[in-house]
């Protein structure tokens, strides 16, 4: 099971927490809890640290963020034993959740899991905090910003769960964010590519590598609310979202009246960060003595194009980062400046990315023409484009970005009845 | 150097703080750096603890309130690095700090300071988060309320370093509370005896155990305000107060125009909760039952008195323990009303120990009488006493606490001209 941080907020949201723990355990489940921060609390330990140094060393950045999630684990140990149960509490550094050493966002290695399997065994409900873990060197790493999905996952893989029920602070997944389009339907199925494409532009519900994960490992993913009543039916039987694979997805839909939806669902991401370098030098290996550096930063790049610029002797070349790396990235690029060759460096935050996503657009075109016309047709600028086989993206003002969800949801008839 | 709550109270401040260590550290000092969490943040997460579990397991909370030191441990090593030195963080767990096993008030076994000793003589600056620690079973420790001051202390004896300078908000030891009494004077120097006493008795510039510590360990311990101008001098000569032998004290007076002070400084301490027994059995070993058990619970007892009642065959027993651990108290005497055969449990949480204390107090009659003079000239009504050689304490209502400090400041001829 895994809470997030809207469910952990505070010791009156634990205490329901607590209680769904216990319906699980009295249900005769043995039950591990991954836990993140309190809502607002990573923000603040991450602002606390850009304060401090802006650009800052992710060992010790680290070393701040991963206290929230130290924090509610205790907290939930706790509030369990207040109940009755036996609960204690593993940080990431006890298990071990053995990670590589890129701070910051590291990549999960093994979990050892004789400890809590023995506890577990005994009775005891283990309760870990998510988003931590410990680099070879024996230092706090943390995994990114949503990391706690993917301890979810990873833990639930490491121990064979049957089950890995993510909690959150909606009842599913929704064709897009409800708080944006009333008219959002919830989905009772998503496939793990849908999943993945929508997680990666943030539709917030799970993290990318938490699903990329669970598809590898074969891990049953449920999404469900925290924010049930107390004397609901245990989590096998409430209406969350089942995440399964494209084919177990064919299966349940063969035979049922459903109309094929091209499109499953629209996500838009506001965390993205966009970066113009002026009049690269066009000769080959350009590109790679920007994207290099960065890479070696361990930052990631998503959206690039290439303007050939008039006389065809240099290009602009436009691309985007997580908004979280843009300091870092203008750092890396000022120091490259030689190497590439470019004239102006030029950045904006305020730009947000909306995506279509639905495994029915690879057999069907014109998805992309009814989505570019749609934004056109309310004067909303398109800055950039990408595409994947079961996704369109396009980057936009940050300004524009309710307004193209609604318009986009209304064009590809998702709107609920 | 050890830095107080008030002193990492947000990133303004903390890079005050740095600026203070990296002055020590370009005067040519190798330095290790020991932080409290910030101001009310132990405070904030003590509450959560008593919130999800009146009864909480020590364990837990010890993992719950380490995380505020984790974080400002952090903060310091990535302020530090944004004005150009080398710094980084090692957490109880990392050195490690060896702590036995009574979690929220662990002892210091030893520290393991090879991997410091090495960063340090390579230049760079150790941050250590006080009052935590690691128990033999590989957990989390904490080491009470004010346990950074002993951390320090720790650390320092660990390092057998020059000095141990302690920055508070504070710029010394005062003969009582300023906030109190606006008259209270400085003291240049005091003796480690009389430190200990002030310190026990919540004179809050140093705990207890610090000085314990750092008279056992021969420490050299300065107390200083982390409040100072950018461009003052180095520590070496900064107006404190030094914490000193007795006999050290008498030479440095020796000779010098001194009018030998009774009493050194005036302590008042709200954090004491008042328990009676009415009605315990009179029979030998009868006090046995009671404070065998709260001592297996780790629960410190501090003024005890007993009144035989008026048959005879049985007594009232009061006595005083930390306010934070009434609600286990309690628990345990309940547990053991049979075993003592009490009839009843009263508590008072609502009461303060003052204290006049001096270590000139061990040549001079009469102290206790002035002091229980000028409280009744007042109409303050003393609940108990205790007494030892360079102290003696009253317990009083809450309510009347600067009455009496002020009272009792004048009544010794401490004020100030």
Redesign the interface.
Known sequence: MKFGGTSMAG?ER??RVAGIVRRQQEAGHEVAVVVSAMSGETDR?VN??R???????P??????V???E??T???L???L??LGCRA??W?G??LPIHTDDAYAKARIGGIDTDAIRASMGGGEIAVIPGFQGLSPE???TTLGRGGSDTSAVAVAAALKADRCDIYTDVDGVYTTDPRIVAKARKLKHVTFEEMLELASVGSKVLQTRSVSLAMKENVRVQVLSSFIDDDAPAADTLPGTMIVSEEELAEIQKGADVESQLITGIAADKNEAKVILTRVPDRPGAVATIFGPLAAANINVDMIIQNVGREHTDTDVTFTVPAADLARTQAVLEEAQGAIGYEKLTTDAKVAKISVVGVGMRSHAGVAATMFKALADRGINIQAISTSEIKTSVLIDADETELAVRVLHTAYGLDAA
Chains 1, 2 share one sequence.
Do not use: K, M, P
Request: glycine share 8%.
């Open positions: 010791t634990i205490r330990l606390f640290c304060e401090a140094n802006a650009l800052y060393d060992a010790e950045y680290d070393v701040v991963a206290s929230g130290q924090v684990a205790g907290l140990a706790l509030t034993q207040a204690r509490s940080l550094w006890q024996g230092r706090i």
